[in-house]
């Protein structure tokens, strides 16, 4: 009996033909739940009613638990028991709000194993929620505008692993080789052999999913920032905080090691190692507080 991998290793033999069985994957990769998209619809609307919003999020009591829990966290200085679901989305505020549904909606496919980027359970949804966090401390830190929308680009960037993982477990050993021999970066090595990476895979899905631009760019071009156009600035904090996360051992896997830090990015933002030492330690603590949430529910 042929398996559907086997078929696939058969099917593919240059980055041409897996560049085509790849943007298959892509198009019939399932979309967000409706509930986590009618609720961000919600949240984006100017004339949103916080009780049009709690009426939705009732339903789901996955999510009203969290938001619950976060609400009465020593985060936000609760020195009361919440007593609504509504008193809690108005202490939280419709950003965390937008914020921790996005990352409801994802954390599930994030949390999954992934032998082919060598990450255990749960690594690549620590990995991410570490990137968007240490993107929005970056940005408090240095006093830039944080559009709403930072965190969400953190936890997105790295989605277009998920569809990848089975053709980067196909083809490691050329990968690997590849590393090594070109001495060019793992994503380049993606394009390289899959004909297309996993930065340009997860832009791919969340235009799909009808994301705005500024999102899909942090995905494309989070190796790449200085590509970025418009966007230059916002990929480049996510950029430099994902390079943070590696720096902590934070879903590493088979990548993170070959990471290459744009001196353009870090030259923008004028860095300095205690800023990033500062960063590191504040992201840590807010780590701790959404494992709680999303980590080993």
């Not at 560049?19 to 986590?36: C, D, E, H, S």
């Not at 789901?60 to 609400?71: E, H, M, Q, S, V």
Request: aromatic letters at 8%; one cysteine or more.
């Amino acid at each position: 009996m042929t398996t559907r991998t086997e078929t696939t290793e058969n099917a593919a033999s240059s980055p041409g033909d897996f560049r085509r069985l790849i943007q298959k994957r892509l198009t019939r990769f399932p979309a967000m739940p409706v509930f986590v998209s009618q609720v961000m619809r919600l949240v984006k609307s100017p004339d949103v009613d916080i009780h049009t919003i709690a009426d939705h999020i009732r339903f789901d009591p996955g999510i009203t638990a969290n938001i619950l829990k976060l609400a009465t966290s020593a985060q936000f200085g609760a020195s009361r028991s919440i007593q609504s679901l509504q008193e809690a989305i108005v202490r939280l505020g419709l950003k965390q709000l937008f914020q921790l549904v996005v990352a409801y909606g994802v954390a599930n496919r994030l949390a999954k194993a992934m032998p082919g980027y060598e990450l255990r359970r749960e690594e690549l949804l620590a990995h991410s929620l570490w990137t968007a966090l240490a993107a929005e401390e970056f940005c408090k830190v240095l006093n830039l505008e944080t559009p709403d929308m930072m965190f969400t680009a953190g936890l997105l960037h790295d989605l277009g692993k998920l569809p990848l993982d089975e053709f980067v477990a196909q083809t490691k050993t050329e990968l690997r080789q590849s590393v090594a021999q070109d001495k060019i970066s793992f994503d380049a090595c993606e394009e390289k052999i899959l004909g297309i990476n996993h930065a340009e895979a997860g832009a791919q899905v969340l235009d799909l999913w009808n994301f705005p631009p500024p999102l899909v760019a942090a995905a494309r071009w989070h190796h790449h920032p200085e590509k970025a156009g418009a966007f230059t600035a916002l990929v480049g904090i996510i950029h430099i905080a994902e390079f943070l996360a590696y720096e902590e051992g934070v879903g590493a896997g088979i990548d993170g090691f070959t990471y290459r830090l744009s001196d353009e990015a870090v030259s923008h933002l004028k860095l300095k190692s205690r800023t990033i030492e500062y960063v590191a330690s504040q992201t840590l603590d807010k780590m701790r507080n959404l494992e709680k949430l999303l980590l080993n529910p």
